[in-house]
């Protein structure tokens, strides 16, 4: 066991993987001798050479495309966007290219890489470096989506994303990287389309991703100890697969079910979440699914701005105490 | 006909050299014309609306496809655009094959599942077909960074369109495959136009590809396409290159699309004469002529035609026979398992 932090933690998940299968390799922009703009890739090129760790122009259709060829003929290629807005001039490889290129050609195009990149706000980046994105990569059939919360899924789910079959889009958060917590030692891989009960709860499930996840376990603790309010706090972790098992599961057992998402309103994946509790677990509900989220406006610059659109541990506190008539 | 061969890779463009071969040159005509009369039997099939959906046609553009895939060797990699038939029955892939995707057929290349603008066929070394402008660019520079990284000796080749080179992923996938060295052949085919709209219209340059060719430190390679020779041997220039591990080459190739952009197009916003003009230099005919003055006998080239026409005859009634894809096969292959299934 060490404490690391969830940025060291990515180092350690790639590296991980590229002294285990000599296929993987690793590209982007400003990865390679600087370490990554958010210095999460450190140290990768002195251990793993140029060869294998390279850096590129700024030229994110190259990225992606160039991973995609790699990986169709038989590298396991893990690529950085360096934030996850810039998914915006590459969207073709990951609405279009990746995920249809199997299907298309009737099973005979294989496409086994990993798109990591810096999501979500914090940071007080802006519109345009602060956003969660994740809702744009879920709605595309053919990907995998993935958005750890700790350090050691981080490793876990990097490492099963590497060795997954499919393409995997995987965001961390720009917020988590100085977030430190406790890992094993040793080889640690995890298993795609898994939730995490986080904490057991019997009045209400939170169902909460990423940055979302410490605030959500804080707002149940406060609601615990405040209000006597028990909490179930679900961390999705993989939107696609989703693991609607836990979540039906946990509403069985709760009887109610608020999201907390980051990115805007609409369309988010709490929607989506949200929608299949109401087709299959309707009369297991006591009341209204409630969905927290940032509201439907570009993320403001200013630190007081984002803050208070972002959903805090008061405001799921304040959403579930009036929710729950308490 | 205006054509400006390139002076730094030699004598490409004198037909009269007898390096290729008869073997070769047999191959050659053998494949261009399979090209031209699979084409012309899709366009036929379509206008009987055997043919759903839309088709782009290489009529008139054969000497390319059959040029390159002639100059490849077996594990080279095509990347292909919408307009990919020729290209892809270029490296062997059966006619019924092709035209059964086209009809929508079960024996079709990919059982309907992707249709006349995305074929497919790994095993010929065709590895899509791509219907976004410009996408199949840096893919291809992935298939030969592969191929740098593991001491691979293939070489990928990447084939688009004049209107192509205006857009971003063209750019960032030559610079890329400069920078990196990659063993990748991008090829141009100029039919002069894009959709529509003539490329002069929307360029600063003369040449669309050629003339970018410096802005990557590449060489300016301005070809005939429409001589089958010339482009085998740029060809087989370009794949020596990138195999020694030289880097990329950017070819342009001139030649002229004899139908419309797709399906049905009556092409009218063309000058009048320019088409009755380009067919003078049609690459079959030039091809026919240019065995004949190598002293292949008519018999032979006669031969051939009856082959290849029996060879598409057959396909069409296969195709026309065979049942539709079975409805079981929509769910299939969306994820590595098989299937699509998103959640548990
Ligand atoms: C990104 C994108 N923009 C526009 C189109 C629509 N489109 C399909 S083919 C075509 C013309 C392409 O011209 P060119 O590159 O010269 O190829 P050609 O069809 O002449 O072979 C256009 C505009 C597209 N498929 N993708
Ligand atoms: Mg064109």
Same mark, same amino acid.
């Given at each position: ?70 990986? #169709? ?8 966007? #360096? ?74 789910? #990097? ?79 993989? /939107? ?16 109610? /079910? ?46 007081? #701005? ?21 | ?22 073997? @070769? ?48 060797? @077996? ?126 219209? =929307? ?27 010339? =482009? ?8 020596? @290159? ?53 002293? =292949? ?36 292959? =969306? ?10």
């Amino acid at each position: 066991m060490a404490e690391i932090s969830y940025r060291d933690a990515v180092t350690r998940a790639i590296a991980q993987e590229m002294a285990r299968d000599p296929d993987v390799v690793f590209l982007g922009e400003d990865v390679a001798k600087p370490g990554g703009c958010f210095k999460a890739t450190v140290g990768l090129y002195e251990q793993f050479g140029g060869v294998r760790v390279r850096d590129t122009p700024i030229s994110e259709q190259a990225i992606l495309g160039a991973a995609m060829g790699a990986a #169709m003929t038989g590298l396991k290629p893990i690529a950085e966007i #360096m934030f996850s807005d810039f998914i915006a001039v590459c969207f073709d490889y990951i609405a279009n290219e990746f995920p249809k290129a199997r299907y298309m050609s009737n099973g005979q195009t294989k496409c086994p890489l990993v798109v990591r990149t810096a999501n979500g706000a914090g940071s007080r980046f802006g519109a345009q470096h602060s956003q969660s994105v994740e809702n744009w990569c879920m709605m595309i059939p053919g990907l995998k989506v993935v958005a750890p919360s700790s350090p050691v899924d981080v490793i876990g789910l #990097m490492a099963a994303a590497v060795r997954d079959p499919d393409p995997v889009i995987f965001f961390e958060h720009k917020s988590l990287y100085n977030s430190k917590a406790e890992v094993p030692d040793g080889e640690i891989v995890d298993t795609l389309g898994t939730a995490k009960i986080l904490r057991a709860g019997t009045d209400c499930t939170i169902v909460a991703l990423a940055l979302m996840v410490p605030r959500a376990l804080e707002a149940a603790e406060r609601l615990r100890i405040d209000h006597g309010i028990d909490c179930e706090v679900i961390d999705v972790r993989s /939107l696609v697969p989703l693991d609607t098992r836990t979540i039906l599961g946990s509403v069985a057992k709760t009887h109610r /079910l608020f999201t907390v998402e980051e990115n805007p309103r609409l369309c988010g994946w709490g929607a989506e979440i949200v929608s299949i509790v109401a087709d299959e677990a309707f009369y297991d509900l006591d009341g209204p699914p409630v969905r927290i989220t940032t509201p439907h406006i570009p993320l403001p610059a200013a630190d007081i #701005m984002e803050d208070v659109v972002l959903p805090t541990p008061q405001r799921i506190v304040d959403t579930v105490r009036k929710s729950l008539g308490s | 006909m205006s054509t400006t061969y390139d002076l730094t890779l030699g004598p490409v463009g004198s037909g009269l050299n007898d390096d290729i071969g008869e073997e @070769k040159r047999l191959a050659l005509f053998r494949s261009q014309v399979r090209l031209r009369d699979s084409e012309q039997r899709a366009f036929d099939l379509f206008l009987q609306n055997l043919v759903k959906g839309t088709s782009h046609l290489s009529l008139g553009q054969e000497a390319i496809a059959a040029g390159f895939a002639e100059a490849m060797q @077996k594990g080279d990699l095509s990347f292909c655009t919408y307009r990919g038939h020729a290209h892809t029955l270029a490296r062997g892939v059966p006619v019924e094959k092709v035209l059964g995707e086209l009809m929508q057929r079960d024996n079709g290349l990919m059982r309907g599942k992707g249709g006349s603008m995305h074929l497919t066929s790994e095993e010929h070394g065709v590895m899509g077909s791509y219907a976004i402008i410009g996408a199949h660019l840096p893919i291809a520079c992935g298939a030969a960074w592969r191929a740098q990284y593991r001491g691979d000796k293939d070489v990928a080749v990447c084939f688009f369109g004049d209107g192509t080179t205006n857009i971003g992923a063209f750019h960032e996938a030559v610079n890329f495959a400069a920078v990196w060295k990659l063993p990748v052949v991008f090829v141009c085919e100029n039919n002069l136009y894009m959709e529509y709209t003539p490329i002069k219209d =929307v360029i600063p340059i003369p040449q669309p590809a050629a003339d970018r060719a410096s802005a990557y430190g590449l060489e300016r390679i301005l070809i005939d396409g429409n001589d089958a020779d010339v =482009v085998y041997r740029t060809a087989q220039l370009a794949f020596g @290159k990138a195999r020694a591990g030289e880097g990329p080459s950017l070819i342009e190739c001139l030649t002229y699309r004899h139908s419309g952009h797709s399906r049905a197009d009556p092409a009218k916003y063309r000058p009048e004469g320019e088409l009755e003009k380009w067919k003078e230099h049609d690459p079959i005919n030039l091809y026919r002529e240019r065995l004949r003055q190598f002293g =292949v006998k008519d018999e032979v080239i006669a031969e051939i035609e009856a082959s290849v026409r029996k060879e598409v005859d057959d396909a069409t009634e296969a195709c026309k026979a065979a049942p539709s894809p079975p409805l079981d096969i929509i769910t299939t292959d =969306v994820y590595a398992d098989g299937g699509w299934a998103w959640r548990n």
